[in-house]
């Protein structure tokens, strides 16, 4: 903004108040008592618990028509089958998005969510908050840099402990489809999907033609379609580390998430959701760092501002500007949404057998752990291979998925045959 210039009160509106849609409520406070947006109202199937100060719409058609001011930024924290046709419904009320993880559902629907935020003129920052941490920028300046020496691949780990509750919260949880639509909630895809996205950032993988193959083993210990108990690699179309990761639900507790370069020269380690960062040299030496974060909302905030000093104060219409760059853009998703592509193009997660699960606790609070899950995990990262393939005792060949990124491409997207026959 200019000097002595106001920033406008940017009215803004919720869809989702449960769930972390009550995270949203909480986060943008300070930004409500400062008076940098106005909550100009939310929406929710079921009116919302009082006190969250800003009127109640049953859908977003209905607050679109009786909002006594139109919103400018919309947020959508709601079940991953309803993003796409809110937010196709929003940019074409001329809102700006922020969209909860994970985007859409699917290639097709991220491909049209584009096409719509390009002909609305209207930006899209997805709820990837990780992204806002300093360390995807130092890790990703540590790849860059050959500090670390050859680097064979980006490591993503993730052990935490979910119980029957965590999967009885809502209709759609642990669920592949429903209602014939897909939701894809899996350990990648959904809680632990942050990690996933996180390393193809880092590796420097955002498109799928950045992408060659995606090989996949998904399990579930749960009684749940979706899979629990995952390994996934990420192979780039061109020079350059792979990408791994080895995500559970099933760890006898939670523990801290991590993303993992490790090469000739040492290893750096991120933390990603407490922005701690160690370095190991060759000698062994530890460097411990701590980094600052930027909440992704004011990020898009101030995207904003920059686009409205550009435009003027009537053109706040949020066509690309390389000097603002938002630090989720919708585009930028489009690997993960690959990889998304890619657990739901392969067979369902195959249960692992009673025999390798021990259940504790009692009731609701259940939950699975399977045995030396986390021993495995780290197995699977060192192999840079399936849980099957390095003999882990609860893993099944069967499992084991192998695609192209072309093959999960939507149809005119794809790799025409070299054979000269239909596009494959």
């Known amino acids: 903004m200019s000097a002595g210039k106001a920033r406008a009160v940017l009215p803004l509106a919720l869809i989702g108040t449960r769930g972390f849609g009550a995270v949203h409520l909480r986060q943008m406070a300070p930004l409500r008592e400062s008076g940098r947006i106005r909550l100009v109202g939310v929406v929710d199937v079921a009116e919302p618990e009082p006190g969250i100060g800003a009127p109640w719409f049953p859908s977003l058609a209905a607050l679109l028509e009786g909002a006594d001011q139109a919103p400018e930024v919309l947020i959508i924290a709601t079940p991953i089958t309803t993003h796409a046709d809110l937010a196709r419904e929003g940019l074409a009320a001329g809102c700006h998005l922020y969209l909860e993880k994970p985007p859409v559902p699917s290639l097709v629907d991220h491909e049209d969510l584009l096409r719509a935020a390009g002909e609305a003129g209207r930006v899209v920052q997805v709820g990837f908050q990780a992204r806002g941490g300093g360390g995807a920028a130092r890790m990703r300046e540590l790849l860059a840099s050959g500090a670390l020496g050859e680097v064979r691949s980006v490591d993503a780990f993730g052990a935490w402990m979910r119980d029957r509750a965590y999967y009885a919260r809502s209709p759609w949880a642990g ?40 090989t996949t083993e998904l399990r579930r210990a749960h009684d749940i379609e979706a899979d629990d108990t995952t390994y996934l690699r990420v192979d780039p179309a061109g020079p350059g580390s792979f990408v791994q990761a080895a995500l559970v639900t099933t760890a006898p507790s939670q ?3 991590w993303i993992e370069i490790r090469g000739e020269k040492g290893r750096a380690r991120l933390e990603y959701t407490t922005d701690r960062l160690e370095l190991v040299d060759a000698s062994g030496v530890r460097t411990q760092e701590s980094l600052d974060r930027r909440d992704l909302l004011v990020d898009l905030l101030d995207h904003l501002d920059r686009l409205d000093h550009r435009d003027g104060p009537d053109h706040r219409d949020g066509r690309e500007d390389s000097s603002a760059p938002l630090l989720s853009p919708l585009e930028s998703t489009e690997a993960f949404t690959t990889v998304l592509e890619a ?16 259940w504790v606790g009692e009731g609701e609070a259940a939950h699975p752990v399977v045995r030396d899950v986390e021993d495995w995990m780290g197995r699977a990262l060192h192999a840079g291979a399936p849980f099957s393939r390095i ?17 999960l491409a939507p149809p005119r997207h794809r790799a025409p045959d070299p054979t000269g026959g239909e596009p494959r």
Do not use: C, K, W, Y
């Open 343 to 358: 657990t739901q193009s392969g067979p369902d997660p195959r249960p692992i057998g009673p025999e390798h699960v021990t």
């Open 175 to 214: 669920r592949r489809r429903m209602d014939g639509r897909r939701v894809a909630d899996g350990v990648a895809t959904n809680p632990l999907a942050h990690a996933v996205d996180l390393a193809l950032q880092i590796a420097g993988i955002s498109r799928t033609s950045d992408i060659a193959r995606i």
């Open 255 to 257: 523990g801290d998430p």
């Open 391 to 407: 003999g882990a005792p609860f893993a099944d060949p069967d499992a084991v998925h192998e695609t192209t990124a072309s093959a």
